[in-house]
């Protein structure tokens, strides 16, 4: 799950290059456009995720462990 | 015949020692010996060359520093010997800071040391050699075993001090580059006689909490001494089995620790560190919309070809083709549907954002705006009422197409 932009990222620069290679069938250019643009959904929801705040990891009461805002 | 009585009894207030009736225990002159000799020298350095070294198995260290003409009899504590970086070897010339004092079970004169150095940086040199081995020959050091690095982490964790330079200049990086990393410090002290358990516990808080899938482990610049904990060879165990790639960054480029020798990647500084573990956000924008315009550019193709095919099919005539015909009529419109849904998505890669003069224009260009200027800013879940603050034109071939 963590790698999912670089794969969506490698699969979209495989599919351009089939595209724009030599004629392909309609069906093939159609799976492929549907392939392609939902990984280009994915790698744009990525990028269009909400900035991140500088965090500290503390250890709560009951050993649970926890990212918490770096305060200043 | 003068009066007997003025003459005293020399005998009687005889000094202690001074005679055979007076004479003193062993045990008071060497003590009297060692507070004399205590007091007259403070803590001194010495040179000399090590002899008969030996290690006392309650960690006390025994040898003589000896020259051409001389030798001192020397003791390290053991809980001394922890300052010191390893042990010398046998006839290395060495400085040693201690107290003279006398060991008064055997009379010996003796050289309580509490630190040394091997003239040059030969017992740190030694130390770290002697770590080095151990893990090379447990297979530690193999450059097989290195990982790589994730190419886009989500969250970082940082090892290091709170207070530190380096976390200052880490954020500092990371925020230019990409701000959508998180960054989430685990606070460890990185110098100092706690400063290896204190980093071993770090990292054992990054492991099972879990949550980051990169790790930068370090410190800012500083002495030897400073950096010394990076050195330490149950730190660098741990950073071997660290669950997920790290990076280590230690003071500055000449600086080599062993925890750099184990760690996934070696960064000359903590700066670094951040620069090669996050890429540049506008980099990423750029190269999905890129995609995103190959991609619509190979369906219009794709498009063009089949229009050409299904002309000729209807052309030919027939029955079988006639059903071939309807078929690709349907792929062709979903095709164009597609095609048409691609471009905001590509404006969106590039930052979701749409700005609009007050006349509802939308704005593409520096030159349609001035400082003072107001600018409704659409965003993915809102827009913002804005007012331009300055006005700065970039030249950016890689940026043209729209």
């Known amino acids: ?72 | 015949m003068m009066a007997p009585e003025r003459l005293p009894e020399p005998e009687l207030q005889a000094a202690p020692g001074e005679s055979p009736a007076a004479a003193i225990s062993v045990a008071t002159l060497t003590r009297t010996v060692k507070d004399v000799l205590e007091g007259a020298f403070p803590p001194l350095w010495v040179r000399g060359e090590v002899s008969d070294f030996k290690q006392h198995r309650n960690g006390h260290w025994y040898f003589s520093l000896r020259d051409e003409e001389a030798s001192l009899r020397c003791v390290v504590w053991s809980r001394d010997t922890r300052r010191i970086p390893a042990p010398p070897d046998e006839g290395m010339t060495v400085v040693a800071l201690g107290q003279v004092s006398l060991y008064a079970a055997r009379g010996d004169l003796q050289f309580t040391v509490k630190t040394m150095d091997a003239v040059g940086d030969g017992l740190w040199r030694k130390a770290f050699e002697l770590t080095r081995a151990r893990l090379e020959r447990d297979g530690l050091l193999d450059p097989a075993r290195k990982r790589a690095l994730p190419f886009f982490p989500r969250r970082i964790a940082v090892i290091t001090s709170a207070d530190g330079a380096a976390l200052h200049d880490i954020i500092a990086v990371t925020r230019r580059r990409n701000r959508l990393v998180e960054l989430v410090l685990i606070p460890a002290a990185v110098q100092g006689e706690g400063a290896p358990a204190s980093l071993c516990a770090a990292l054992d808080r990054l492991a099972s909490w879990g949550g980051a899938d990169l790790a930068i482990i370090g410190r800012g610049g500083g002495s030897r001494e400073d950096l010394w904990a990076f050195n330490d060879e149950q730190l660098a165990r741990k950073v071997a089995s660290c669950p997920i790639p790290i990076i280590s960054a230690v003071g500055h480029e000449v600086d080599i620790s062993i925890c750099d020798l184990v760690a996934d990647w070696r960064a000359p500084t903590p700066s670094v560190a951040a620069e090669h573990a996050v890429p540049v956000l506008a980099d990423l924008q750029r190269t999905v919309a890129s995609l995103g315009r190959q991609l619509q550019s190979g369906a219009a193709d794709a498009i063009r070809g089949g229009r050409r095919r299904l002309e000729q099919a209807a052309r030919q005539g027939g029955q079988g083709a006639r059903r071939l015909v309807e078929r690709r009529r349907l792929q062709l419109g979903r095709l164009s549907g597609q095609l048409h849904a691609l471009s905001p998505l590509a404006t969106m890669a590039r930052g979701y954002v749409v700005a609009t003069s007050p006349a509802g224009r939308v704005v593409t260009s520096v030159a349609a705006i001035a400082p003072g200027d107001p600018l409704q800013l659409r965003l993915r879940d809102g827009a913002a009422e804005t007012r331009v603050e300055t006005v700065r034109r970039i030249e950016d071939p890689t940026d043209g197409q729209g």
């Open chain 1, 1 to 72: 799950m963590m790698a999912t932009f670089e794969q969506a990222l490698e699969r979209l620069e495989a599919i351009v290059d089939e595209m724009n290679g030599a004629e392909i069938p309609l069906e093939r250019a159609l799976a492929l456009f549907e392939e392609g643009i939902s990984h280009l959904r994915a790698a744009s929801e990525e990028l269009g995720r909400a900035e991140a705040a500088v965090k500290v990891l503390t250890e709560k009461a009951d050993g649970v462990l926890e990212a918490t805002d770096l305060g200043g």
